[in-house]
Structures are given as structure tokens and as C-alpha cells.
């Protein structure tokens, strides 16, 4: 297939599997724009990244992905930083880059807009983060890095292999609750420390995570900045009772809760997993810089 295609990663298990008949339309849709389309094969995540960074190499004018916020994240780290547009049709359990951006949230009104988006050669800039490790690696986020209770639930329901599907994340919950205690964190928001003991603590470039909770409700992807949230030791009650007030982001107004916005962010604390887009990172301290303009998105 000649260049200036448009390649397709599409996750088959996003949205538990509720979207598996929805390729050929996404494909159908995507037709508008006049170019070829493919599908990029892959059979686990490191082939998925593989497969984009490959497709844009051979000169994609497009990528899209088709999934969660999972899938995205997988296909930023090839179109990141570059020209090539970058389509989400919304199909996964947790879409919140999509929502943030604007993305229709019908899958086929989604793939029909980019294909129209391309074929007028129309496209936003948002931003992205860029994380790095002590060691110099490097890994992009769309959406929200967790750093506290949130990355140990994910780190544990990971290692768990029964029960299966969303059982499995809330019985890592109760078993991370019984053993909840506050860390002592270092943090640097554009060069001013804050020390802190916290379960709470998150970066964003959108809202929300998990599928809709707005855990920075006033982040906006196309401002320049990251927003940055850690809250007093709240102990058991006092997070269950705030959990819930996640989904509409009034949590913010907890005099517990502090908020700040910075472009360059550092994070350190022991034995806390760095997870964004709901993807494992890895260990802190991990550095998070907020780059603009570094998506072109077609909607």
C-alpha cells in the first residue's frame, strides 16, 4: 500500500468487548477522507506501539485509534511531537481524552469527523505531557498520571489474577483501603518545592480519569499547563467519603484539597508505581512536562 493512508489501531477487548463489530463501519466512515485505510495489526501493546510508530514512518497521513484511553495512549507515543493527524473514535470503558477534547462520543459520528477533518486538512493543537524518569525515559499521557491511592489500586489489581474484569479492581480497592496510609511526598511545581503527606496525589492534562471522574475539573488540554492535585491525610473514611465527589470534581472545594497548576512537574515518593492514562509507568520520581501543541487532532 502506497503512502498517505490512514492506519487504523483498533483495540478489540476496549469497552469489555462491546464494540467488536465496529471496524467495518469505523473503517466505512473514515472513507470520506478519500485516502486508503489500514489496519494496524498487533497483538499486545508493545506491537501496537510498534505497528503506529512503523505506519507513521511509512508516511501515514493519519492515525487513528479506536478504544479507550489505553489505545490512545498507545498511539500517542508514535504520533506525539509530529505532523501526522491523530483521530480517537471513542470505544473504550474510559474515554476521557476524548471528552476533554471534544471528540464526538458516537464511534461512527467520531470516525466520520476525522475523516472529514482530514480531507479539509482541518486540525486542533492540544497538548500533551511528557513524563521522563531519572534514567531518561520517556512516555506521553493524553489524560491523568495517578501518584497515589490510585496508582496502588492499579499497581495491585495488575498483579491480581482473579477475579476477573471489574471485580478485580474493586476488591484492589478494599484490600489497598486496609492498608491505606499517608506518604511523605516531594514535589516540584516550576521550581517551587511543596512536602507533603498525602494519599491523594495527581497530575492532569484533562479532567477526568477512570471513565468520567473529574479529579481536575478545571484542567484544560489546550491552556499550556498541568494541573496538579494532592490532598491532606484524609485515613479511610475520609477518602471514601471523598471518593464519590469525584464525579462531579466538587471535591476540589475540600479545604484538605490543594490544586496547582505548573509546566514542569516533579514528583518523588517511595514505593508509589507512576500510572497514566491508566498505563504503568513506572517508579517515582518521574518529571512531567506539559508540551503544547503537541497533538494535531482531527474532530
Known amino acids: 500500500m502506497s503512502a498517505d493512508f490512514i492506519a487504523v489501531l483498533a483495540n478489540p477487548s476496549a469497552g469489555r468487548g462491546r464494540h467488536r463489530g465496529l471496524l467495518p463501519g469505523v473503517v466505512e466512515a473514515l472513507g470520506v477522507a478519500g485516502r486508503p485505510v489500514r489496519i494496524l495489526e498487533a497483538g499486545s501493546g508493545a506491537e501496537a506501539e510498534l505497528a503506529c510508530h512503523r505506519a507513521v ?25 509530529t505532523e501526522v493527524g491523530f483521530g480517537v473514535v471513542p470505544a473504550g470503558t474510559g474515554n476521557d481524552f476524548a471528552s476533554a477534547s471534544g471528540v464526538p462520543l458516537h464511534a461512527l459520528k ?96 484533562c479532567a477526568s480519569y477512570g471513565g468520567g471522574m473529574r479529579i481536575l475539573p478545571d484542567a484544560d488540554p489546550a491552556d499550556g499547563l498541568l494541573d496538579v492535585i494532592y490532598a491532606a491525610p484524609l485515613g479511610r473514611t475520609g477518602l471514601t467519603r471523598l471518593k464519590p465527589r469525584l464525579r462531579h470534581g466538587t471535591h476540589v472545594t475540600d479545604p484538605r484539597v490543594t490544586v496547582l497548576r505548573a509546566r514542569r512537574v516533579r514528583i518523588e515518593a517511595e514505593g508509589i508505581i507512576g500510572y497514566a492514562d491508566g498505563e504503568r509507568l513506572g517508579p517515582l520520581p518521574l518529571e512531567i512536562d506539559c508540551v503544547p501543541g503537541a497533538v494535531r487532532l482531527l474532530r
Open 57 to 81: 514512518g511509512e508516511g501515514a497521513a493519519a492515525l487513528v485509534a479506536v478504544g479507550g484511553d489505553g489505545t490512545v495512549h498507545r498511539a500517542l507515543q508514535a504520533i506525539a511531537g
Open 110 to 205: 467520531a470516525a466520520e469527523a476525522i475523516g472529514l477533518a482530514l480531507r479539509d486538512q482541518r486540525a486542533q493543537h492540544l497538548d500533551l505531557a511528557l513524563t521522563r524518569t531519572d534514567r531518561g525515559d520517556r512516555r506521553w499521557f493524553c489524560a491523568v498520571l495517578a501518584a497515589g491511592f490510585d496508582a496502588l489500586v492499579n499497581e495491585r489489581a495488575n498483579r491480581m489474577r482473579r477475579p476477573r474484569g471489574p471485580r478485580r479492581y474493586d476488591l484492589a480497592i478494599v484490600l489497598e483501603l486496609a492498608r491505606l496510609r499517608a506518604r511523605e511526598y516531594v514535589l516540584h511545581a516550576d521550581g517551587i518545592e511543596h512536602r507533603f503527606p498525602a494519599e491523594i496525589v495527581a497530575v492532569g492534562n
